[in-house]
């Protein structure tokens, strides 16, 4: 079952068909005990919408913190440890790469997340920027995944290579996160042959495409959340992206009007463009 919010409230898809959910916010619904029974008891009631708009749909977040985890595939440790390497910082990320304790950094609230065909940014002061596909869990203040759905954790390459320290900066700003289309409501964790695959269109032909798949992910989701609720609780739940696997050749910067296409098995395609 697939949640989606959008202008007109929220549904849930099953199937290829649309139920409207009658709840005050998605606030409403991460808190309860069991969403998935809830909303299979609304599939279940058979009130079918006849046609579901997609062009209203709405990034699926509410008072949620959205945070993010760092260097959990090889490809990120290798590409951030050459971009940092001039500036002597390479050396961290192969150690967080190796630690026991995983890399987990702040990254938006709702306001800095753009939905699905909205537009993301690049920083004015930045030279060289990426999107970072990403697997992004839901998960409630119990500390449990309830639910999967696409993250692009914006990044500039350039301002974090010249300094770790200046990772924030580099990956929190306005329209830095995009979220959607829609969570995949499920308690069962995804098999690890899910793949995660990017495309960049550009009208000149020079974009870039890669996949891959969650066996890569060093980490398991559950120790990526345990250490994200060590000392830290989230009343309304939280997002978590769970890192890249996919980083563009050092010769990729995005664009203006670049189409960013994130596609995860079972959740669907989060489409962008760059503003
Ligand atoms: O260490 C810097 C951030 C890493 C990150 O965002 C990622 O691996 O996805
Ligand atoms: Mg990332």
Redesign the pocket.
Known sequence: MILYRTTDGLFVEQDGRFYPVFAESLDALVVLDDLQGFLSSVVDKGDVVPHFDIHKLLAPIGSQEVW??????YR??SA?MEESKAAGGGD??DR?YSAERP?L?FKAVAHKVVGPNGKVRIRRDATWSVP?P?LTLLVNPSAQIIGYTIGN?M?SRDI?GLN?LY?PQ??VYDQSCSLGPGILIRNEPLPSSTRIRLDILRSEASGFSATITLEELKRSLATLVEYLFRDQSFPWGCFL????GIVPPDSFTLQKADEIRITIDKIGTLVNSVA
Do not use: C, N, W
């Open positions: 993010a985890s760092g260097v959990t595939y990120s440790r951030r961290f990320y967080v890399e950094f970072e990403e954790d990044s974090e770790p990772l580099a990956k992206l769970t890192g890249t």
